[in-house]
């Protein structure tokens, strides 16, 4: 008999617009009678976790979201630490969430974030949700960072992007969705392009040298043709993971 707490969990990975690949996941699991009993997010993947573990489901978060340009989500605002602010995200957010707290969730959840003022990593799991769920997803030097009990913190991605340690000893199946497929980038000619490279290159690490910690890893190649930025491509990106994460759950019979 085992002595694991949960039965499946989930872990959801950062990588910006590439987040709709998760609804993907999760509709593909939905669709397979596969449900989490737990949730670990950084970034985008803190986003969908909570949209998840509040209630939602993956076809409800699409809808929130296929039609939303990046830049609506978000306000330029070049000042003394960010090229943007997240106003309309965390208003956005607000008029989302059901739960104000983390215990409010129908599902527990586990968000990874970096502690700018201290230098490391932190994981928020109790408490206030929202101001966390914006810290996880604030990419670093792009979006403010985001105050907390007097300390600064910024995107979860920074330090851990997928945090699978967090829930996998508490789980008899862990299934991984990590965004960030590698892909050789020849011409880096612009700001956006260098910046984006380099967030790309920190988020993917994390999921390569993690992904033997899953039963099931799900990284979708196709992934690797989109930008982090690229939000009017949101249903390509679902349909691309949808369609994997069937073939995979299918080639490993898994039945849980």
């Known amino acids: 008999m085992s002595t694991k707490k949960y ?3 989930i872990v959801l990975s950062g990588g910006g617009a ?3 690949a998760h609804l993907g996941v999760l509709q593909a699991m939905y669709e397979n009678n596969i ?20 209630g939602y489901t993956p076809l409800e978060m699409l809808s929130m979201f296929k039609d939303n ?6 306000s330029p605002k070049i000042n003394k630490n ?3 602010k997240s106003d309309k995200l965390k208003k956005k957010m607000q008029s989302l969430l059901h739960a104000q707290t983390f215990e409010d969730l129908q599902i527990p959840l586990v ?4 502690n700018l003022t201290c230098g490391r990593v932190a994981y928020f799991k109790s408490g206030k949700l929202l101001d966390k769920v914006l ?3 604030s990419i670093p030097v792009l979006f403010n960072p985001i105050l907390i009990n007097e300390e600064y913190y910024v995107d979860g991605g920074m330090f851990d992007n997928f945090p699978v340690e967090q829930i996998r000893d508490k789980c008899e199946f862990v299934i991984g969705s990590h965004l960030h497929p590698f892909k050789k980038q020849e011409n880096i000619k612009t700001l956006k392009q260098n910046i984006e490279r380099t967030i790309t290159l920190i988020y993917e690490t994390h999921g390569w040298k993690k992904a033997n910690q899953c039963d099931v890893f799900i990284e979708p190649k ?15 990106m679902y349909e691309i993971a949808y369609m994997e994460t069937q073939r995979v759950l299918q080639e490993n019979a898994v039945v849980l």
């Open 7 to 9: 039965k499946i969990g």
């Open 18 to 20: 590439k987040g709709f």
């Open 35 to 54: 449900k989490p009993d737990i949730i670990a997010g950084a970034s985008v993947g803190a986003i969908a976790g909570a949209l998840y573990a509040d």
């Open 69 to 74: 340009s990046f830049f609506n989500l978000i």
């Open 82 to 84: 960010s090229f943007m």
């Open 111 to 114: 968000l990874s974030a970096s």
């Open 135 to 137: 810290a996880s997803s």
């Open 222 to 236: 196709g992934l690797s043709d989109f930008s982090i930025f690229d939000v009017r491509k949101g249903l390509k």
